[in-house]
Nanobody, 123 residues
Framework: QVQLVESGGGLVQAGDSLRLSCVVSGRTLSSYRMGWFRQAPGKEREFVVVINWTAGSYYADSVKGRFTISRDNAKNTVYLQMNSLKPEDTAVYYC?????????????????WGQGTQVTVSS
């Protein structure tokens, strides 16, 4: 049973930073592709960033240059460093994992999901 647990969300002001963590249990993370998605109130869940097993990454245009994804395979953890946060970044952020190695930014491309962590950015 693969479990993903996100943490690190909170309430911050515009321009501040947050670092989200996603701890994976039940499988070794190293060969999985890992993604972060987010869902704002009244909106569909959307892709934020993916990191594949070689640590290659792909970002949504809305976060490029502000967010950075990284992975620590020894700790089975993926991080999302979010800088220069904007009110429009407010959402529940979800970590997702899939055993396939190719890059994928579709929600359907991920088998396992965390419960989400709330990020609220005030103006």
């Amino acid at each position: 049973q693969v479990q993903l647990v996100e943490s690190g969300g909170g309430l911050v002001q515009a321009g501040d930073s947050l670092r989200l963590s996603c701890v994976v249990s039940g499988r070794t993370l190293s060969s999985y592709r890992m993604g972060w998605f987010r869902q704002a109130p009244g909106k569909e869940r959307e892709f934020v960033v993916v990191i594949n097993w070689t640590a290659g990454s792909y970002y949504a245009d809305s976060v490029k240059g502000r967010f950075t994804i990284s992975r620590d395979n020894a700790k089975n953890t993926v991080y999302l460093q979010m800088n220069s946060l904007k009110p429009e970044d407010t959402a529940v952020y979800y970590c997702a994992a899939d055993p396939k190695r190719t890059t994928n930014w579709s929600i359907s491309g991920y088998l396992y999901w965390g419960q989400g962590t709330q990020v609220t950015v005030s103006s």
